[in-house]
Nanobody, 124 residues
Framework: QVQLVESGGGLVQAGGSLRLSCLASGSTFSRYVMGWFRQAPGKEREFVAA????????YYADSVKGRFTISRDNAKNTVHLQMNSLKPEDTAVYYCAADPSLVVFTSHSAYDYWGQGTQVTVSS
């Protein structure tokens, strides 16, 4: 099993930036595909970004492509989500998730382990 703890959320004005981090513990981090998801009030949890075990492949939702960057440091058991040019519609609770599969999935149902979430609020 792996435990995940997110940090870095907060309040930012539209056009600003935030960097989310997720620290993993309890298992070999490099054995997991890592993903970021978000959930706004009254909405379904949605895929934001994912990264392969080695970090060599990344995937993004169309809504964040070109603005967000996912990265990982397997030596430090961390995955990051750099969020630039933030928009009010990016406001949500952001979750880090881990999947032991070899393939990168964008569906939240594929991920076995979840953090507690961190709030991101973008004001207009």
């Amino acid at each position: 099993q792996v435990q995940l703890v997110e940090s870095g959320g907060g309040l930012v004005q539209a056009g600003g930036s935030l960097r989310l981090s997720c620290l993993a513990s309890g298992s070999t981090f490099s054995r997991y595909v890592m993903g970021w998801f978000r959930q706004a009030p009254g909405k379904e949890r949605e895929f934001v970004a994912a990264i392969s075990r080695s970090g060599g492949n990344t995937y993004y939702a169309d809504s964040v492509k070109g603005r967000f960057t996912i990265s990982r440091d397997n030596a430090k058991n961390t995955v990051h989500l750099q969020m630039n040019s933030l928009k009010p519609e990016d406001t949500a609770v952001y979750y880090c998730a881990a999947d032991p599969s070899l393939v990168v999935f964008t569906s939240h149902s594929a991920y076995d382990y979840w953090g507690q979430g961190t709030q991101v609020t973008v004001s207009s």
